[in-house]
Each structure stands twice: as structure tokens, then as C-alpha cells.
């Protein structure tokens, strides 16, 4: 029970790596709140994780770019629990286009979603944590680390996060506050998004992939799962504007 008597909250946690991360922190002794857009999906994904671990998941609507939204949310799950240990920013989209094509729509739309909603969530999340402590992590990708000449937005977006990160762990450091923030840079995980995003270029895609992977597959939602578990518990308490890169070996050539 590595997380036992915390409380998380966990954005895009209806589906992908959202639940699988829920999902562990739960089965580790966590109370977690998951948000989402998607209403069905996140009744049925906190249903799911309560049947298996006796009640600790509740699902609230949230549209991360909203900002007015994001107190809300924050002071519901201080409310209902009252406290906040954990904030994992996991909500995001990816848009393929080049950077001839992409729309400065499009391109707001990703911010938005990737980046303003981990602004907006570290920075409460921070006001929340200061007087207790805290863990926020931030999912990141190694698209924030590497460029990819078909998602510019993206890689803004998700290079953001990484130095956001380290900016918030710098701030709350000196300010005296127990409050770590670390992100995590996941590689190609079997996710809807990551598969719709293959299946788009063609079965091509797929084989090029898992050819570039050391590891030579596809990771698992739970691979990451189990390092944002890392990062919740009170294992890492030394570990603070950190990149926990999960990639099966991808960025190591």
C-alpha cells in the first residue's frame, strides 16, 4: 500500500494512460478523483476501479482549459477529502499536421489542451499542496524531447511541460514548500491516441516503431502507471524536477 491515505487527482483519467494510472494508485491504497470530458467513460472507468478496490475512485467532469473549471475541481476534491497529495496532469491531444500545414487553430487548440491545463493545474495544485506537501507529475512524452518533423504543436507542447516542470520544482523549493514536480516522458505506448496516430500513416508506421524500440514492442499503459506510482510515493521524496523517461529504450541511440 504505497500510497495508503493519499489523495490524487488525475486529469484524462476515463481511458489510456489516465486509467491505468488511477487504476494503480488505487490498488495501492490511494483515494483518487479522476476528470475527464467524456461522462460515460469516466462513470465507467471510476465504476470499474471501484469493484475492485472497495470505493476509492470518483469521477468529476472537467474541461482542463477551463480555468474557472479547475478550482472548482480542486476545491470539490478538497471538500470531499480534504486534502491533496497528488495532481497527475495526463489530459492531452495530438494533432498531426507538418508545420506547413497545421492551422494556428490547431495549434492553439494543442496548447491548450497540453500545456495552459498543466499551467493551470500545477499552479493550483501548488496552492493546494504548500502547507502538506505533495507530489504533481506531469506527463510529458519524448516528443518533448525530441522533435518529429509531423507534430510541431505537440512538440511544443509536451517541450513546455518539461521545462514548466522543472520551473515549478525550482519555485516550490525555494519557497520552502514540500511540494515536488517531476515529469514523465512516456515513448509509444499501446494507447487509442498513439494507435489511432499509427494506424493514420499506415501499417508502415507500426513496423518502423517497433523496429526504432530497443525493447522491440509497444509499451503497456502500465509501464508508466507504475513509474507515476514511483513519483506519488514517498520513495522519491528526493526526486524533484526530474524527466522519468519510459520508452523502452527509444531515446538511448
Known sequence: MRLANKIALVTGGAQGLGFAIAKTFAEHGAKVVITDLQVELGDAAAATINQQFNDRCRFIQQDVTNEERWQQVVEETLGSFGKLDILVNNAGIALTASIEDETLEGWRTTQAVNLDAV????????????????????????????????IPAY???????????????????????????????PGFIRTEMVEKGLDSVGPEAWDMVQQAIPAGKLGIPEDVAYGALYLASDESTYVNGSELVIDGGFLAR
Open 155 to 185: 512538440n511544443a507542447s509536451k517541450g513546455g511541460i518539461r521545462l514548466l516542470t522543472k520551473s515549478a520544482a525550482l519555485y516550490c523549493a525555494q519557497e520552502g514548500y514540500a511540494v515536488r514536480v517531476n515529469s514523465v516522458h
Open 119 to 150: 499551467f493551470m493545474g500545477t499552479q493550483m495544485a501548488v496552492r493546494a499542496m504548500k502547507k502538506n506537501g505533495g507530489s504533481i507529475i506531469n506527463i510529458s512524452s519524448i516528443e518533448g524531447m525530441v522533435g518529429d518533423p509531423k
